[in-house]
């Protein structure tokens, strides 16, 4: 288990060596890595400009909350390894978020689990976004696709 809330920028490279490093069952692993985008749909048709987003975690309980995530992911696939990094603070458009990468000796669970890990995490995990833009900052609310891709889950139980 390796779940990490942190400022500093990660090297994906070296996080997924780590992830598989010594165990040679590992047949795949899936990864996301999601990035800050410089347009932000807002309130309007057309998106506006993002210079910058500031995120801001709940320490302690954000961590409980990724264990409790992964854990349910463990209960539902055969892992052999899973990693969870996300950021936090101000980052510009470009810079990375999160990491999650999910190994295991075949890719289906490799890949459910991993697409399971950010439905849940972008719904449960306590963490608010806050974007500039040209006409000032203002806090992200949480999408309705954001719930809807997360409940497919629960119908999915195991």
Known sequence: MAIRVQAEDFD???ELAALTDGNPSIGGVASFVGLVRDMSKGD??????????????????TERQLAAIEAEARARWPLDGVLIIHRHGRLLPGDRI????????????AFEACWFLM????TKAPFWKQEETPAGARWVAAKEEDDQAAERWYKRAP
């Open 12 to 14: 994906v490279g070296a």
């Open 44 to 61: 309007g048709a057309g998106g506006d400009s993002v210079s910058a987003m500031t995120l801001e975690h709940y320490p302690g309980m």
């Open 98 to 109: 999160v990491l999650a990468a999910c190994a295991s000796a075949h890719r289906a669970a």
């Open 119 to 122: 439905d849940w995490l972008k």
